[in-house]
């Protein structure tokens, strides 16, 4: 045998060894009672949030026992791979709330417990086919519930969201509110909810997957028990830790603020800067939207307003030499933030993602790591689109986190599940209103607290 011949063969062997092996894997992770429909095998189960610290580094308070990959504070499947193409201008608006079939070719979902169409599963029904040591780790872990929240804070959120609280929320509850026991088919209309209130598909799937596996693993079946397992669940996929502080003592720390237009940058920008003004910080706000003139003097109205620096260019300036000049007057100042503005004009997609790409450059190169924070503004109202919107946005710069505007605004909400899931990136801020004051730091306790509440009757009657 020549060489050649003998690399063919060894080749052959090497392949289909790994189909078979690869095979058997996804055997294993399908179980005995996966959906069945289509050959490509389904990814691991999830583990349930009651195993999860929430940097998935493992559970608190039992030491050794280690996270599971693909969970809480790891990076998810929509951190890989090339996002499929988006036109925003034309987006995919699914139909009664559900994604087009292969609207998560790039983000395959977890596998639901029933295929569609076919009736709900008994509660742990089809658990049989988890791997026993999750389900064991689950019991082991079950206690484990959300630090508590503050009080004041969580009653002013409740306030706040009474929109999504009043539709989302009630729907939800209206699932568990006056049974002693869940009957088989909640996992079905909570399904229905989830996809309505714009959770999407993928992380409807996620979220009601390991919430059976949590309830199966503690053996409960009180609606009570299985409400509060379902918000332990939420607050695993919103608890997402931060990289770094928001604003770092001794530095100057630069935020850029993308998003389409709409969708609430420059407000939020004023809002932050009269948030860190009263605290005492230098602020600086660069207006690099330059296409409208509209655009610089909304925001020239906030500095004034709150009493900061402007820094703005020329009628149609170059916006990356605005933001270049505005990162530098704040070092050059020793102001502790600067917040650059953006255009978000959807009409010109490609050269705006190629100039917030050199905004983003220009800040760098004005100050070394600039900027700290490249905070995406997604208008909560818009509902599943948002998430299309951040596929497109992250291509053009490095995101750091989100800010999720008008939650104030919707009876949905659900978006803000999908995108801590299937973007992971922590939510920084949500905007609850108008006024400079409608701006929260976002902190998944108090947020699930705020719209869960201790148990199904504390939520409003559905009112939408
Ligand atoms: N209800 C509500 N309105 C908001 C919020 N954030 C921004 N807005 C409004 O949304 C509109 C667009 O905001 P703007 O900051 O100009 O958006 P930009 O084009 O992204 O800069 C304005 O009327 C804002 O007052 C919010 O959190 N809640
Ligand atoms: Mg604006």
Do not use: Y
Request: hydrophobic share 45%.
């Amino acid at each position: 045998m020549t060489p050649a011949v003998i690399a063919v063969v060894l080749a052959l062997v090497l392949i289909i060894g790994g189909f078979i092996i690869a095979n058997q894997r996804g055997q294993l992770a399908a179980g005995p009672r996966s959906r069945g429909d289509g050959p490509k095998p389904p990814p691991p189960v999830q583990a349930p949030a009651t195993l999860l610290a929430s940097d998935g580094a493992g559970v608190p308070g039992v030491p050794g026992l280690p996270g599971l990959p693909g969970t809480a504070g790891t990076p998810g499947r929509g951190s890989e791979g090339t996002p499929p193409a988006l036109d925003l201008l034309n987006p995919v608006i699914p139909a009664a709330g559900r994604l087009p079939a292969d609207a998560h070719a790039a983000h395959p979902p977890v596998p639901t417990a029933r295929a569609a169409g076919t009736p709900a599963a008994p509660v742990g029904d089809d658990l049989g086919s988890l791997p026993s040591i999750a389900i064991q780790m689950a019991a082991s872990t079950a206690r484990l519930s959300i630090p508590a929240g503050s009080a004041r804070e969580v009653e002013g959120l409740r306030r706040r969201l009474a929109a999504p609280r009043g539709g989302f929320m009630a729907r939800l509850a209206a699932l568990f509110r006056g049974k002693a026991d869940i009957d088989p088919s909640v996992w079905e209309r909570m399904e229905d909810v989830l996809l309505s209130s714009d959770v999407g598909i993928a992380t409807t799937n996620r979220l009601i997957q390991s919430t059976r596996l949590a309830v199966e693993a503690e053996r409960v079946t009180d609606a009570a028990s299985v409400w509060r397992i379902l918000k332990t669940e939420a607050h695993a996929i919103l608890a997402i830790e931060p990289k770094r502080a928001l604003v770092e003592d001794g530095k100057t720390n630069c935020f850029l603020l993308v998003g389409v237009n709409g969708a609430g940058k420059t407000t939020t920008i004023g809002k932050l800067a009269t948030r860190w003004k009263t605290d005492g910080r230098t602020v600086i706000l660069g207006a690099a939207d330059t296409f409208r003139a509209a655009a610089v003097a909304q925001l020239e109205a906030w500095g004034r307003r709150i009493g900061v620096t402007v820094v703005k260019g020329k009628d149609g300036a170059d916006p990356a030499s605005v933001a270049f000049e505005a990162t530098k007057k704040g070092v050059d100042d020793g102001a502790q933030v600067v917040l650059v503005d953006t255009a978000g004009r959807l009409q010109t997609k490609q050269p705006l993602m190629d100039e917030l790409r050199k905004i983003h450059k220009s800040m760098g190169k004005a100050l070394e790591g600039a900027p700290h924070e490249t905070l995406l503004v997604l208008d909560a109202t818009t509902g599943q689109n948002a998430l299309q919107q951040a596929l497109l946005f992250r291509e053009a710069a490095p995101l750091t986190g989100i800010v999720l505007t008008k939650l104030d605004g919707t009876a949905k909400g659900g978006i803000i599940l999908a995108i801590c899931a299937e973007l992971q990136l922590p939510v920084r801020f949500v905007g609850l209103g108008e006024r400079a004051d409608d701006l929260r730091t976002f902190h998944a306790n108090d947020f699930v607290e705020a719209l869960f509440g201790d148990d199904p009757s504390s939520a409003p009657e559905i009112s939408a």
